[in-house]
């Protein structure tokens, strides 16, 4: 009886235990409630209390909003001016390197033309009668020389239309002779030539390429009309090529130095002249490149 009135108060003692317990987290957890309540009514109030045009979509104030504009603004407008800035540079570049090619191109061409001139230097000086030419203004010497590559065409009696058919030289005729008034109304680009001169077989191509133009080239080369037309040959001359023997014609030109142009005009006027031993070169003389009469450079 003792054991089961003991363990009847042990279990009792349990249960008044387990009831404080629970009130007690009841408690805290009404006071807890309670509190976050208050705190719901306090923010509800506050809203309440604020004007609605005083708040932003966002619920923020406007001064942060209009802040947060300001800012967009102003990183537009410097991303702007930026890039104004940058178009601003490369259209700037751009124009600097345009220039400078074309500052680059007047001296190349300015290069070329005083290479030329050096080269004509060396080539008739030292300066004497018979080495840089006849001076330009002056008539055209007339002659008449064998020529060794006729075209068939060139034994008709009206003799003002050689060259302007196309002087190939495959087909020809019985040689014959040619004279500078053959090509009168017309200009005659006049070549000195030697049949041992490298440069004067070099420069061929670019006087074929001429023939087919306005201006009718005639080369004098130097030397029996046997030499001559196996140079001639060798070379692939289209255009006359006429054989002097001793300078004879050279003597009367004042020029010895191959391979070397004269540019007569329509009236058999000398207008240019100079050494040519490439494209440039010719087109110096064709373009009207005066040679010096001071230092024998054209």
Not at 229 to 241: D, I, M, N
Request: proline share 6%.
């Amino acid at each position: 009886m003792e054991g089961s009135a003991a363990e009847l108060t042990k279990g009792g003692q349990r249960d008044r235990l387990d009831e404080r317990q629970h009130l007690e987290a009841a408690l805290i957890l009404g006071s807890i409630q309670l509190h976050l309540t208050g705190l719901a009514r306090q923010r509800e109030s506050g809203r309440r209390a604020q004007p609605p045009s005083m708040l932003s979509p966002a619920g923020d104030p406007p001064d942060a909003r209009v802040a947060r504009l300001d800012i967009a603004a102003t990183i537009i407008g410097v991303g702007i001016r930026m890039s104004i800035f940058l178009l601003a540079a490369v259209i700037i570049l751009w124009l600097v390197v345009l220039f400078l090619g074309f500052l680059l191109l007047g001296a190349l061409r300015a290069l070329g033309l005083l290479s030329w001139r050096l080269e004509q230097l060396e080539a008739t000086t030292p300066k004497r009668m018979g080495r840089d030419g006849l001076k330009t203004g002056k008539k055209a010497p007339d002659f008449t020389l064998p020529c060794v590559n006729p075209p068939v065409m060139a034994r008709s009696p009206d003799r003002a239309g050689v060259g302007r058919g196309g002087w190939s030289g495959q087909e020809t005729a019985p040689q014959q002779t040619v004279s500078l008034h053959d090509f009168t109304s017309r200009k005659v680009l006049l070549v000195f030539t030697q049949s041992g001169c490298s440069p004067c077989k070099a420069v061929v191509p670019e006087l074929n390429r001429l023939e087919r133009g306005d201006t009718q080239v005639l080369v004098i080369n130097n030397g029996d009309p046997d030499a001559t037309r196996k140079w001639s040959t060798e070379v692939g001359a289209r255009f006359p090529v006429l054989s002097q023997e001793k300078f004879s014609i050279s003597k009367q030109y004042e020029v010895f130095a191959t391979p070397f142009a004269f540019l007569i005009d329509e009236k058999g006027v000398i207008a240019s002249k100079g050494i040519i031993n490439n494209r440039q070169h010719i087109r110096y003389v064709l373009s009207g490149k005066r040679v010096s009469e001071n230092n024998g450079h054209g």
